[in-house]
């Protein structure tokens, strides 16, 4: 299907494990983006990529990485996953500036 | 650094009835767009308008419009008509529209705002 999706929709993991969050657009958009939000904050950028292995940190890149070796591709890991990560994370693409789409989120809970 | 500010948490608005909805931006930048984004409880974040600031006119989406006021940096939302699926959090976001740096096509959000519309 056309558009840009995240898997899993839902995550429970434990502290210290790492999770790694998927991101998929079939656009082709150049532009690729992760963001974070929490209650009071808004959307938060985390990281994001102008093509293919090009990334560069948003606003709050600690403890997570990502990789951009294919276009429709973004995933983001959490290497060692803390309570403060728990959050609702969304993914994003554009091709045009600022018309960023959005993927449906992926609610991830650290215990 | 640029900054969105959304001073209303949260807002009401009887069905059929108009609601303003408030942002302020800082910026020393002159070449920027700005959006009203919004996320009805299926938390799906869907564009409802953009505004470039070179552009004088107000851009204007059926029943939304907005008051753009560059000199007080400040871009509102209006909702003509309200309707019950317009209930949602409501966030303005600003962009660069100058290519090239490292600015170019990100966004910074403000903190939303949570309408309610009351049947």
């Known amino acids: 299907d056309a558009g840009i999706t995240q898997s899993p929709r839902y995550k429970i993991t434990e502290t210290g494990r790492q999770v790694t969050l998927m991101c998929h657009q079939t656009?082709?958009?150049?532009?690729m983006f992760w963001y974070r939000q929490d209650l009071g904050h808004g959307l938060r950028l985390i990281y994001y990529s102008a093509a293919a292995d090009i990334t560069d940190k948003g606003e709050v890149p600690d403890g997570y990485v990502v990789s951009r070796s294919k276009t429709e591709n973004f995933p983001l890991t959490l290497e060692s996953a803390t309570r403060s990560q728990t959050s609702v994370y969304f993914c994003?693409?554009?091709?045009?500036?600022?018309?960023?789409?959005f993927g449906p989120g992926t609610r991830l809970t650290v215990t | 650094a640029q900054t969105v500010t959304q001073s209303q948490p949260e807002m009401s608005v009887q069905e059929a009835e108009t609601v303003t909805l408030s942002c302020t931006y800082d910026t020393s930048e002159s070449d920027y767009y700005l959006f009203w984004y919004k996320q009805p409880p299926s938390r799906q974040m869907i564009l409802v308008i953009r505004?470039?600031?070179?552009?004088?006119q107000n851009a204007t989406e059926n029943r939304f419009s907005v008051n753009f006021q560059k000199a007080a940096k400040s871009f509102s939302l209006k909702i003509s008509d309200s309707q019950l699926g317009d209930a949602a959090m409501y966030f303005c976001?600003?962009?660069?529209?100058?290519?090239?740096?490292?600015?170019?096509?990100?966004?910074?959000f403000g903190q939303g705002t949570i309408l309610t519309v009351h049947p």
């Open positions: 505004q470039e600031a070179y552009k004088q």
């Open positions: 976001a600003y962009g660069l529209l100058r290519a090239g740096g490292t600015s170019y096509g990100k966004l910074t």
């Open positions: 994003a693409s554009s091709e045009i500036p600022g018309e960023q789409y």
């Open positions: 656009w082709s958009h150049s532009y």
